[in-house]
Nanobody, 125 residues
Framework: QVQLVESGGGLVQAGGSLRLSCAASGRTFSSVAMGWFRQAPGKEREFVAAISWSGSSTYYADSVKGRFTISRDNAKNTVYLQMNSLKPEDTAVYYC??????????????????WGQGTQVTVAS
């Protein structure tokens, strides 16, 4: 089993940066694809970014492409989301997720099997 714990959220001014971390427990972490999603108040959870088990493949939502970078360190059982040039519309609770049973990255929440508790990101204008 994989347990996920996010950290690194907070309050930042527009144009600023934050780096989110997702620490995973469990020996299967290095063999699973990971994703980041976010959910703003009153909105559905949306895909942000995903990374393959090796880190060789990544995929981004159009809204964050060029500003966010997903990466992973399998030796540390951690996946990261570097967020630059933040905008007020990036304000949301950010969740990391693991795809445990099917290889390859995915962009819908239904394709992920394990979720963290989320970390709040607030971007002030």
């Amino acid at each position: 089993q994989v347990q996920l714990v996010e950290s690194g959220g907070g309050l930042v001014q527009a144009g600023g940066s934050l780096r989110l971390s997702c620490a995973a427990s469990g020996r299967t972490f290095s063999s699973v694809a990971m994703g980041w999603f976010r959910q703003a108040p009153g909105k559905e959870r949306e895909f942000v970014a995903a990374i393959s088990w090796s880190g060789s493949s990544t995929y981004y939502a159009d809204s964050v492409k060029g500003r966010f970078t997903i990466s992973r360190d399998n030796a540390k059982n951690t996946v990261y989301l570097q967020m630059n040039s933040l905008k007020p519309e990036d304000t949301a609770v950010y969740y990391c997720a693991a795809r445990l049973y099917v290889p390859g990255i995915a962009t819908t929440s239904a394709q992920y099997d394990r979720w963290g508790q989320g970390t709040q990101v607030t971007v002030a204008s």
